[in-house]
């Protein structure tokens, strides 16, 4: 219930997130526009104001020059008119690569965690035959053949696999590490803690799967 809670809390500020930025996104240059008119309208109330021009002079004297003209705020409003479409596109092209990334990072982590599954279950069943031989006798020594285990998607995918959350990628190099010394057997008597932790692990990845589908839909 504890994890459910937390996922469910994780999931809200996720969202809500989102729609903060869907609302910031478009309404970004309005915002802006709003705060240069009451730049405008600043300038133009110091310009005006008898103390600016008390105590400093020099710089009254610019202001008045500038802003107090006639053609002040048509040429204000162009140049904000501008600065904000500039804005704007600027916007629209940074939100496309960043969906367009987080879209083609998503789809990795897909392939990464389907290609780690299927290698993954591969050595389940491996395990769960050298499991069911120890059953039969607990002298693996009379009959020690090599077996085979299955580590090749590990080392294809390289450094992708570090898209992985840090825990899963720890208790995934844990695993594969005790996978690549188990060449018999009885290398699995010495490894038997970790290496029975294929099936949960495999689950895991499926839930973190199933996050990820959820959260590229929503």
């Known amino acids: 219930m504890r994890i459910s809670s937390r996922f469910f809390g994780k999931y809200c500020l996720h969202l809500l997130k989102k729609i903060l930025l869907y609302i910031a996104v478009p309404l970004s240059p309005l915002i802006v526009w709003f705060i240069l008119v009451i730049n405008r309208n600043l300038l133009q109330y110091l310009a005006c104001s008898p103390w600016l021009k008390y105590y400093f002079p020099s710089v009254s004297s610019i202001l008045r020059e500038d802003v107090v003209k006639e053609n002040f705020i048509y040429y204000f409003n162009s140049a904000a008119l501008s600065g904000l479409l500039t804005l704007f596109g600027v916007i629209v092209t940074v939100w496309y690569y960043y969906s367009t990334r987080q879209q083609e990072l998503i789809e990795r982590k897909f392939f990464v965690?389907?290609?780690?599954?299927?290698?993954?279950?591969?050595n389940r069943?491996?395990?769960?035959?050298?499991?069911a031989r120890l059953e039969l006798t607990e002298d693996l020594n009379q009959d020690n053949p090599e077996i085979k285990i299955y580590t090749d998607a590990w080392h294809k995918l390289g450094a992708d696999v570090a898209l992985l959350p840090r825990r899963m990628h720890m208790r995934l190099s844990v695993l594969y590490g005790c996978l690549a010394e188990c060449k018999k057997p009885m290398d699995y008597c010495s490894r038997k803690q970790t290496l029975d932790k294929i099936a949960g692990l495999i689950t895991d990845m499926h839930k973190y799967r199933t996050y990820l589908g959820k959260k590229e839909v929503y």
Not at 113 to 122: T, V, Y
Not at 125 to 131: L, N, P, S
Request: glycine share 0%; no cysteine; proline share 0%.
């Open 113 to 122: 965690i389907d290609e780690l599954i299927a290698e993954l279950k591969k």
């Open 125 to 131: 069943r491996m395990i769960e035959q050298i499991k």
